[in-house]
Every structure is written in C-alpha cells, then in structure tokens.
Nanobody, 128 residues
Framework: QMQLKESGGGSMQAGGSLTLACATS????????MAWFRQPPGKEREGVAL???????TYADSVKGRFTISRYNAKNTLFLQMNSLKSEDTATYYC??????????????????????WGQGTQVTVSP
C-alpha cells in the first residue's frame, strides 16, 4: 500500500509563489507516473501536471509557463512549484500515483480513474 502526503499549502496573494510537496512511502515510486490534481471550490477535480519515470512532463493549459512539476527521487518526493499565482488557482491540491512508467497517451493523464493512489490534499488559497 503506497501512501502519499501533501504539504506546503497555504494562503497567498495573487502574483505570489508557493511550492507543494508530496512525500511517498515507497522507493518504487521512482518507476511510476506522478501527478498533481486540484479541485476548486464547487467544481470538479482537474489535472494540473504529470511527470513520468523518465522525467518527461506535461501540464494543463491553465498552468503552463507558471507551474513546474519535479521529483526528487532520492527523497521519494514530488514537488509542484507554483509561480504567478491567480485567484483561480485556489483549490485543494492532490498528488496521485499511476503505476504506468511513461507518459500516458494524449490527454488520458487527465482521467482521475487511472491513478492508483491519492493523497489527502492540501489547501491553496489565492486572494486577488
């Protein structure tokens, strides 16, 4: 059973930066695709970014150029660097693990049902 735990959430003014971390409980995480999702208040969960075992990344259009996903395998930790934050980035952010090794085809990475494990989430609030 893999455990994921997010941290780093908080409140921030628009234009600021925040880094989220996701600690994992197993070294085998290095062979998985890891992703960040978010769920804004009153809305459905949406994909934010994914990084595969080779370090290949993909992003939702809404965060391209502002967010960076990375992984520090030596510490079994996934990161999401968020810059130029906007009020519409306000959401609960979740990390998720997919047993697939490499970037899924097309936009299938956005399908939450493909992920095998999820964290509990961390809240990010961006004020105008």
């Amino acid at each position: 059973q893999m455990q994921l735990k997010e941290s780093g959430g908080g409140s921030m003014q628009a234009g600021g930066s925040l880094t989220l971390a996701c600690a994992t409980s197993t070294y085998t995480y290095t062979t998985y695709c890891m992703a960040w999702f978010r769920q804004p208040p009153g809305k459905e969960r949406e994909g934010v970014a994914l990084i595969d075992s080779a370090g290949t990344t993909t992003y939702a259009d809404s965060v391209k150029g502002r967010f960076t996903i990375s992984r520090y395998n030596a510490k079994n930790t996934l990161f999401l660097q968020m810059n130029s934050l906007k009020s519409e980035d306000t959401a609960t952010y979740y990390c998720a693990a997919d047993f697939a090794r490499y970037l899924p085809y097309g936009s299938s990475w956005l399908e939450g049902s493909r992920y095998n494990y999820w964290g509990q989430g961390t809240q990010v609030t961006v004020s105008p």
